[in-house]
């Protein structure tokens, strides 16, 4: 310090070992920058207690027939509807190419149990729950932008994009389902 | 103004001790007392001072509200209920945070269609212009959260329908619409941070608005002539004349405020809120708040969900790209006869949005009249009347503008602001 010049010739002499230490610096700042970042954006994500999602269990004597029963999952509404051989032959009948997001009645329904159709209860235009029975196709109807399913729960009118979503679910005995 | 030279004389032997460390009475002078304000200033001019007594009011009674409020999903619908009922003067702190809201809209609308009409937008106030954007951006963040937090059935549902607009992004809309949410669904997890973010973003606000007025203060106040300020003579001092014309616009406002507080406070509401929330049953009709009506119609007018997205936060970023569509070099739309029509139907045009965002797409704009389907809608249906009104407005902004501007024969712009008031002054008289 008491010799400026000697500090100044030595800066001069060596510049990439100055260099060597500026970027050393900035990269340590940016990669401690990051790792704040990480844990302070994560924290914001669905809680394990979120994530260890309970499964839920139904008895499905409850629901008579050409009725729905609308069940909280996730947070979410689940229909559970029983539906008449009418309701399952309309839905069957469909031709692929009438339809949105083209999918059979048979891809949505267990083999066997055609009168359960499970679905989430959530419109997949912009997640408002659609109204039972009502609409052009005799399935939902979803009450803010007009959208319509038919008794599959396929979209068939409206701005939705998507067909109702079917959730994960197995048949424990013939009158009870776990779903998740 | 930048080149506005201090004449603050620190008076007493305290003031001479701060201003040598601290000089804030001196920032204070020269910015609310001695600053030039052109002479020409009208009523138009006084929404930025109600807006700042709106923030003021929003803050107070919002930190009042927090202080008995739970943001919990099985207590938050009862303990604004509780305001209302049993804590001692709740309802009416409630009802002024609650309508405070519509009532910052309604001067921010005017605030910014004020600054439109005589384009207080332009060099050198662009960056001014645009702080106030980032200000109105976030007036609806944090309005929409608050909406959100009494968790009755509006409360809800509207926040499943906006969250899940993030969701139709292709690719990373899921991802960032959990993220947002927290989980799987509009929950707790998405209460709370709400709860959160709406009391952070008012502060957040107040911020931007005195980077807004220290912008204001370098470029100096446009005025209705829409001419720069050129001598002493087109100003007068802030105080006491803005004082105290800004103070009995805020009288006047307040009146109006007090209208709705006490004679009508759910006016502007929606009854469904008195619903505590229920996940599993949608209201037959989802509307916003009044003042989200346009923006929400713009978004049901695109028959794309992802599209429908788009075209509602473009409406928005529009407006900051205003100073550079402009291409007129004349300010103040008294000089600008063609354009001033054109304004005249936006206005209309954006109250229309408004209106048709408060309708079923489907119903009828002129109930029996013949229609026939036109697309995907009956042409006499509000999803027609919407669509009209959404190209307009982005008509107005991405081809009129530029184009009118080019092609306008402007009135003859007065030399100074002094000639321009003696010009009005003379014509009233003779």
Known sequence: MSEPDNTAAAVNDDPSRRDFIYIAAGATAVGAVGAIAVPLVAQMNPAADTLAMASTEFDLTKVQEGQQIVIKWRGKPVFIRSRTGAEIKAAQDTPLADLKDPQTDADRVKAGKEQWLILVGSCTHLGCVPTFGAGDYGGWFCPCHGSHYDTSGRIRKGPAPLNLVVPEYDFLTDTRVKIG | ?430
């Open chain 2, 1 to 430: 103004m930048s080149d506005h030279q201090s004449t603050y004389v620190p008076k007493t032997g305290f003031e001479k001790w701060l201003d040598s460390r601290l000089p804030i009475v001196r920032l204070a002078y020269d910015s609310f007392v001695d600053y030039p304000t052109p002479k020409n200033l009208n009523y138009w001019w006084t929404f930025g001072g109600i807006l700042s007594v709106c923030l003021a009011i929003q803050i107070i009674t919002g930190i009042i509200l927090a202080m008995h409020y739970t943001p919990h999903v099985d207590y938050a619908f009862n303990s604004v209920e509780r305001i209302m009922r049993d804590v001692n003067y709740g309802w009416l702190i409630r009802y002024v945070h609650a309508n405070g809201a519509s009532m910052f809209f309604f001067a921010v609308y005017i605030h910014m269609l004020r600054g439109l009409y005589y384009g207080s937008y332009k060099a050198p106030r662009e960056v001014l212009w645009i702080l106030g954007c980032i200000i109105f951006f976030l007036m609806i963040a944090t309005a929409f959260m608050g909406y959100v937090l009494p968790w009755g059935q509006m409360s809800f549902h509207g926040a499943v329908v906006i969250t899940n607009l993030i969701g139709s992004i292709p690719l990373i809309g899921g991802p960032i619409l959990t993220w947002l949410q927290g989980g799987f669904a509009v929950d707790q997890a998405t209460l709370n941070r709400f709860f959160s973010l709406h009391y952070l973003l008012p502060f957040v606000i107040a911020g931007v608005v005195i980077l807004h007025i220290w912008a204001l203060h370098v470029a100096g106040q446009n005025n209705p002539a829409g001419v720069e300020i050129k001598s002493k003579e087109d100003t007068v001092a802030f105080t006491p004349y803005a004082t105290v014309k800004d103070g009995v616009a805020i009288i006047v406002f307040l009146f109006l405020f007090s209208v709705f507080v006490f004679f009508m406070p759910n006016a502007l509401g929606h009854a469904d809120n008195y619903i505590p929330a229920n996940p599993l049953v949608t209201p037959a009709h989802i509307v916003p708040e009044w003042y989200l009506l346009p923006f929400y119609a713009i978004l049901r007018a695109i028959p794309d969900k992802f599209g429908g997205v788009i075209a509602m936060f473009g409406s928005i970023a529009v407006i900051f790209a205003l100073p550079w569509l402009d291409t007129s070099k004349v300010k103040s739309m008294r000089y600008r006869p063609v354009m001033r029509w054109f304004f005249v139907i936006f206005v209309i045009v954006c109250l229309g949005l408004g209106w048709c965002g408060a309708q079923l797409p489907d119903a009828q704009v002129i109930p029996g009249l013949p229609s026939f389907t036109l697309f995907d809608g009956q042409l006499n249906s509000y999803l027609w009347l919407t669509r009209l009104f959404t190209i307009y407005y982005f008509v107005f902004f991405l081809l009129i503008m530029p184009w009118i501007g080019l092609k306008e024969e402007p009135l003859p712009v007065p030399a100074s602001i002094s000639e321009a008031v003696l010009a009005e002054h003379n014509k009233k008289k003779g």
